[in-house]
């Protein structure tokens, strides 16, 4: 069973539910497609912790407590990888840990 965690943007989520991501997540939509023919389990949505010079540090601190839940599987939300500087370095550094999917769900309006 896929064990899944999804960070989204501090910013973003001041202005957004999050449900376009547990959409996608529920239909087995966007990055989630894969899961069609897999039993998943979402174990965590967490925020960033903003836009600071830290940003990629202090999200690390966050997925050692994703780790501790069982998390294998970070998809980044599509908030983030339109609209985060850090964001190829946050698949990076995810990467050594995680399987790491880079967006959550479609744009709106988009399929």
């Known amino acids: 069973m896929k064990k899944i965690g999804i960070i989204n ?23 989630f497609e894969k899961y069609t023919e897999e039993d998943s389990e979402l174990l965590s949505f ?24 069982g998390v294998t599987t970070i998809h980044l939300s599509s908030c983030i990888r339109s609209k985060c500087p850090w964001y190829n370095e946050f698949i990076e550094e995810l990467s050594k840990d995680f399987q790491v ?11």
């Open 9 to 31: 943007c501090l910013e973003v989520s001041k202005r957004c539910s999050g449900s376009g991501c547990f959409k996608a997540f529920n239909n087995k939509s966007g990055s």
């Open 46 to 69: 967490i925020q960033c912790n903003g836009c600071t010079d830290n940003s990629v540090k202090e999200l690390l601190i966050k997925a050692e407590d994703l780790k501790k839940l």
């Open 101 to 111: 999917e880079g967006y959550t769900h479609e744009k709106k309006g988009k399929r």
